[in-house]
């Protein structure tokens, strides 16, 4: 019996010495994390983790400019006793609008047919009873003057060689490339986001941080110029008022407060 006590020994003490080991590591694991707030009392993990303030703006930006371009809406109508005759003379008078606007310099890319229509034409008898009496054809196009200037005469230039056949629907204005106009109005309206979120940080006793995300909204162009109402046939001379095109955009910032 007595060699076994110094090898019981030898493995308590062993046991001991691991147990001491592993109290240390432990120990010193926890430390930094009891050290993390002053004054000895440790730091909530809630409140190590928490996310700084944030403010969300939105921000509103607007671009003016003159219009480069004005977009005619124009054509032709006939009626006849029969389609194949309102076709063929609404043929006529859209060979004739095609030529005099190519005579006023538009480019075949500036030209576009946007509808072509027959119908027939109805008359109500006495008696109630309607009956077709004729055929309407027509065909309308879209047409760009690039020189804004000479808008009025190629609308004059179409009224005299339609005569009664011809139509003019309406006048719009725009720019060619709003790309340009629209870079202004994203500038502004980053501005606008940011001098608010700045005033927001300065109320509310912080300084504004980083940008975290930003959004944009589609852009939107109030009312692309005027639209000119439907013309007489015989009102050969017509003024034009551009005025101006405007951008509008709008942003969706949020900015830390620190």
């Known amino acids: 019996m007595t060699t076994r006590r110094p090898r019981a020994a030898a493995r308590t003490a062993r046991l ?3 147990t001491a080991v592993l109290g240390g590591l432990l120990a010193g694991t926890a430390a ?9 009392t440790p730091l909530p993990a809630a409140a190590r983790a928490a996310e700084p303030a944030t403010v969300t703006v939105a921000g509103h930006g607007r671009a003016a400019a003159a219009p480069d371009l004005a977009i005619l809406s124009i054509g032709v109508e006939a009626s006849r006793a029969t389609a194949k005759e309102a076709m063929a003379a609404q043929k006529t008078a859209a060979e004739t609008l095609l030529a005099v606007l190519h005579k006023q310099g538009i480019a075949e890319r ?9 119908a027939p034409v109805y008359t109500q008898s006495t008696e109630g ?3 077709v009496t004729g055929y309407q054809a027509g065909q309308a196009f879209s047409v760009k003057v690039r020189d804004i200037d000479r808008t009025g005469q190629v609308v004059g230039a179409v009224n005299d060689a339609t005569r009664d056949a011809g139509r003019i629907n309406g006048v719009v204005f725009d720019v060619a490339d709003p ?3 629209r870079a202004k109005a994203r500038e502004a309206a980053f501005r606008d986001a940011y001098d608010k979120a700045e005033q927001h940080a300065r109320l509310s006793g912080h300084r504004l941080g980083r940008l975290v995300s930003l959004s944009e909204g589609e852009s939107v162009r109030p009312g692309p110029g005027g639209a000119a109402p439907a013309l007489a046939a015989e009102d050969s001379g017509v003024p034009m008022a551009p005025g101006e095109i405007e951008e509008q955009i709008t942003v969706s910032a949020v900015f830390e407060l620190l």
């Open 16 to 18: 001991l010495a691991a």
């Open 179 to 181: 790309s340009a106009l």
């Open 129 to 131: 009873e309607s009956r």
């Open 32 to 40: 930094p994390a009891l050290a993390a707030a002053p004054g000895g």
């Open 110 to 118: 500036d030209i576009r047919t946007d509808s072509l229509s027959l």
